[in-house]
C-alpha cells in the first residue's frame, strides 16, 4: 500500500460547482497537511496548510482533515477557470520536515 | 521580491554528460530540498538540506550530487550515472527549525531533456 493515494483525475467540472478533492494515507505518523495547486510546466504553489485533524477555510477553499479515518480534502467552492490546474496533496510527520505528495489530481474548469 | 529562483527554465544535454541546476533563495529559509517530477508522478525527493554545509539523501539521490555551502544556495548536479535523467525538477526552501517547517516553497522548476 502507497503512503499517499490521490486519485489523479482528470476531474472536469462547469464554473460555479463546488470541487471535492481526497487523499487517503496510511502513516499514522502523519501530523501535517498541506495543499499545492500546480499550473502546466511550473512550480507547486502552497494553497492550505492544517495540522492534525479539523478544518480550515480560506476564501473560496476549505481544508479537512479526518485523523481517525486517514483522510484529507480539499474543497473549491464557486470554482472558476483559474482554479484549472492539478492538486498536490502532501503530508509529514517527522523531525526532518520530508513531505510525502499524492500523485497529484488534474482539475478543468469549464466555462 | 522574496522567492526562490532557478536556472535554467529549460536545459538540453547530450548523454553522459554531468550537469548542475541552479537554486537560489532570498528567503532567509535554513532548509532546502529537491525534488524530481515525470509525468503521472507525484514529487519525488532527491536530497534536502536543513542547514548550511549538512545534507541527507532523499528516497532517489543515486546518480545525483549536491552541495550546500551557503544559506541560500542549492545546487544539484545530475551525473552520467543518473539512468534516467529527463524530468521536470524543482528545488523548494522552508524556513526549519525556527517556525513551520513544513510548509515548503517551490521554485518555476527546471525542465532538463538529456538525449
Known sequence: QK???????PLSVPEGAIVSLNCTYSNSAFQYFMWYRQYSRKGPELLMYTYSSGNKEDGRFT??????????????RDSQPSDSATYLCAMSGGSNYKLTFGKGTLLTVNP | DGGITQSPKYLFRKEGQNVTLSCEQNLNHDAMYWYRQDPGQGLRLIYYSQIVNDFQKGDIAEGYSVSREKKESFPLTVTSAQKNPTAFYLCASSIGLAGTPYEQYFGPGTRLTVT
Open chain 1, 3 to 9: 503512503e499517499v493515494e490521490q486519485d489523479p483525475g
Open chain 1, 63 to 76: 481544508a479537512q482533515v479526518d485523523k481517525s479515518s486517514k483522510y484529507i480534502s480539499l474543497f473549491i
